[in-house]
């Protein structure tokens, strides 16, 4: 069984360009959260879609930040414009049940210059 | 409110030696525990888990966990350090109320020592 795949792995961007992420989450997971860790400090919590539906997105930091997952497979969440601070690993994870334990893919390291 | 907080953000030990990394939480409702393990270039694995039952949890790769309520805390040990155990770890913590978004904390990176 294929594990939750993120794309791109690394992204290096220049202050005001927008960036995509995708996550395609392990198949039958109707539960899909993106977190996100900036160097050295703790991996903290964007957002949680049930299905196609946004359960909690108290996380997500500004509204420069729109995540999405129509029909409730795959996920993008965009980051438009860009800026410095916005640099870090983005981790997607999903889980079958909502209080389950969250399988995470490898993430994507996002380098805003 | 939770929170978790991982004492030692680096933490060396030599081969063979016992591993001890901790994890304390706070938590206003029974909370789920768990530990993760990120190999470099690679994305977050559970270790283990506790939900409810056992205080005592067994993982992959020979880790175990102990959940202590008066303690508020929950430590990952191993007996015997490998060299592949080298790797950031992470604890988190999730709760009915929480929406069941996990809150970690900072990470331990762990070094092994030949």
């Known amino acids: 069984e294929a594990g939750v795949t993120q794309f791109p792995s690394h992204s290096v961007i220049e202050k005001g360009q927008t960036v995509t992420l995708r996550c395609d989450p392990i198949?039958?997971?109707?539960?899909l959260y993106w977190y996100r860790r900036v160097m050295g400090k703790e991996i903290k919590f964007l957002l949680h879609?049930?299905?196609?539906?946004?359960?909690?997105e108290s996380g997500m930091p500004n509204n420069r930040f729109l995540a999405e997952r129509t029909g409730g497979t795959y996920s993008t969440l965009k980051v438009q414009p860009a800026e410095l601070e916005d640099s870090g690993v983005y981790f997607c994870?999903?889980?079958?049940?909502?209080?389950?334990?969250?399988?995470f893919g490898p993430g994507t390291r996002l380098l805003v210059l | 409110a939770q929170s978790v907080t991982q004492l030692g953000s680096h933490v060396s030990v030599s081969e063979g030696a016992l591993v001890l990394l901790r994890c304390n939480y706070s938590?206003?409702?029974?909370?789920?525990l768990f530990w993760y393990v990120q190999y470099p270039n690679q994305g977050l694995q559970l270790l283990l888990k506790?939900?409810?039952?056992?205080?005592l949890v067994k993982g992959i790769n020979g880790f175990e966990a102990e959940f202590k309520k008066s303690e508020t805390s929950f430590h990952l040990t191993k007996p015997s350090a490998h060299m592949s155990d080298a790797a950031e770890y992470f604890c988190?913590?999730?709760?009915?109320?929480?929406?069941?978004?996990?809150?970690f904390g900072t990470g331990t990176s762990l070094t092994v020592i030949p």
């Open positions: 879609f049930v299905k196609e539906s946004k359960q909690d």
């Open positions: 506790y939900t409810t039952g056992a205080t």
């Open positions: 988190a913590v999730s709760g009915l109320n929480t929406g069941n978004q996990f809150y």
């Open positions: 938590s206003s409702v029974p909370p789920y």
């Open positions: 994870a999903s889980s079958q049940q909502g209080s389950g334990p969250q399988y």
């Open positions: 198949s039958g997971h109707d539960n």
